[in-house]
């Protein structure tokens, strides 16, 4: 655990080192992304005429403010994943796995504290973003502060879970790591397209959706912040008490502990090997 925070402490101030000497570069990335995003949407909502007359308003408000999030969510699931995939793979070709290895936290700890930081300095330039980005197209969302933290909290569980599995493939197979962009894509898509319909299908399409790492949490953070946890004009239900959420805890245990034992098994097997850092 001391060896768990310390990383973490590294990680925070090396994150804050280069934020605060490269703070042009941050800024000019938020204003990029905003702008960015707001193409995006405009091109699933508008045809060339339509763009031309304004951009500024929206038929379906609510509709944008789900796709906005959509996007989001996918883009954290997509940054997650990749921290195990072409964050191992970059290591390996500079050399920094084997120094990783050196280190007696061991590369679980390193990677889960590195993921941690990571991911809160995501989550807090993503809430920036959807809130400029919502305001824009005048959507609103539902802050409701408790099931947001409790849902933000499984998602980056259940995402780091998967991580750590495609993670220790990329350990023992290099190359798998260009193959694995195909995987995060579909998740990303997944994010954005994510709705409760798709659970209505016949029960192997209804499992394999919640066999997925971001599907539930997509459904229940849309819920949340789109919806506000209202199931019928006037009628409300707390998310959890809502059947995706239930899903979402098991894919968080199931995935948590199919990452880690995989990703030590092939750590063990390519230090076995001796293939550790050669990509």
Not at 18 to 40: D, E, K, S, V
Not at 51 to 72: H, K, S, V, W
Not at 251 to 264: A, D, E, H, M, P
Request: aromatic share 16%.
């Amino acid at each position: 655990m001391l060896g768990f925070l310390l990383i973490m402490k590294a990680e925070i101030i090396r994150g804050w080192i280069i934020t605060r000497r490269y703070w042009f570069r941050t800024l000019t990335g938020l204003i990029i992304g905003y702008g960015m995003l707001m193409i995006l949407i405009a091109g699933f909502f508008y045809s060339q005429p339509a763009i031309e007359r304004g951009i500024n308003q929206l038929d379906d408000p609510t509709r944008a403010t789900n796709y906005i999030l959509g996007f989001i969510i996918g883009l954290f699931a997509f940054g997650v994943i990749g921290m195990f995939t072409q964050g191992i793979q970059g290591m390996a070709q500079t050399g920094v796995l084997e120094q990783l290895c050196m280190s007696p936290y061991g590369l679980v700890t390193n990677f889960l504290a590195r993921a941690v930081v990571a991911s809160v300095t995501t989550i807090l330039y993503s809430a920036l973003m959807v809130y400029f980005v919502v305001i824009s197209v005048g959507g609103k969302l539902f802050f409701d502060p408790i099931p947001v933290i409790v849902l933000l909290t499984l998602s980056f569980i259940n995402l780091l879970g998967f991580g750590f599995m495609v993670g220790g493939l990329v350990l023992v197979f290099k190359q798998v790591g260009q193959l694995t962009i195909i995987v995060r894509m579909a998740l990303f898509a997944l994010a954005i397209f994510a709705r409760e319909e798709f659970l209505q299908q016949s029960w192997f399409v209804s499992i394999f959706m919640h066999a997925l790492p971001i599907t539930d949490a997509s459904i229940c953070l849309k819920y949340v912040l789109v919806k506000g946890q209202q199931v019928a004009p006037g009628e409300f239900m707390s998310v959890f008490f809502h059947p995706c959420f239930y899903w979402l805890c098991a894919s968080c245990v199931i995935w948590t502990f199919i990452g880690i034992s995989l990703f030590k098994i092939m750590e063990n097997y390519s230090r076995y090997k001796g293939t550790l850092g050669i990509y």
